[in-house]
């Protein structure tokens, strides 16, 4: 198993998902949990499109955390 950052962005209609690590990976959704559930498909047809290409899958080198400051 690989656990990849992904970056969430909430729009004024959707929600809007990026994978850093795997350039291109995106997707979208109309809630947060529909987007969750859109890009873990997103990234698995990513990955089986790579492997069925013969290329080889990226390591997962970002990570993701918070700051906190006050404003």
């Not at 656990?3 to 995106?26: F, K, M, R, S």
């Not at 290329?55 to 990570?63: N, S």
Request: with cysteine; glycine share 8%; charged share 25%.
């Amino acid at each position: 198993m690989t656990e990849y950052a992904v970056i969430y962005e909430q729009g004024d209609t959707n929600w809007g998902a990026i994978v850093p690590d795997l350039p291109g990976c995106v997707s979208i959704g109309p809630t947060f949990d529909a987007v969750q559930e859109n890009v873990k498909e997103a990234i698995e047809l990513y990955i089986e499109t790579l492997r069925e290409r013969g290329e080889p899958v990226p390591a997962a080198k970002h990570r993701l955390g918070s700051v906190r400051v006050a404003v």
